[in-house]
Nanobody
Framework: VQLQASGGGLVQAGGSLRLSCAAS????????AAWYRQAPGKQRDLVAH???????TYADSVKGRFTISKDNAENTVYLQMNSLEPEDTAVYYC?????????WGQGTQVTVSS
């Protein structure tokens, strides 16, 4: 199963972006899906995750600004990012746990200018 992440780009502080992550095969459904991000020189950190039943968790730094959602039928996960800050600049990666295996997308760059 391959994951295709999209939606990154350059935005000014205070702006919004919506990331998408779609699995190449809809017959494989995820148990948990998540977005991570990695800024230059830093470790990859969890941003948000969502279970198949819809339970969500968020990193403290994005609570109230980011929303993770899913489309079960399309096996797609979204990350709506509002009120973006320069500190949100990073490569964003999606991750699906399918059965017991972890699958990563290729990453999409988000750059927030001040």
């Amino acid at each position: 199963v391959q994951l295709q992440a999209s939606g990154g780009g350059l935005v000014q502080a205070g702006g919004s972006l919506r990331l998408s992550c779609a699995a190449s095969e809809s017959r494989f459904t995820f148990n948990v899906a998540a977005w991570y991000r990695q800024a230059p020189g830093k470790q990859r950190d969890l941003v948000a995750h969502i279970t198949r039943s819809g339970v969500t968790t968020y990193a403290d730094s994005v609570k109230g600004r980011f929303t993770i959602s899913k489309d079960n039928a399309e096996n797609t996960v979204y990350l709506q990012m509002n009120s973006l800050e320069p500190e949100d600049t990073a490569v964003y990666y999606c991750n699906f746990i399918i059965v017991t295996q972890s699958h990563w997308g290729q990453g999409t760059q988000v750059t927030v200018s001040s």
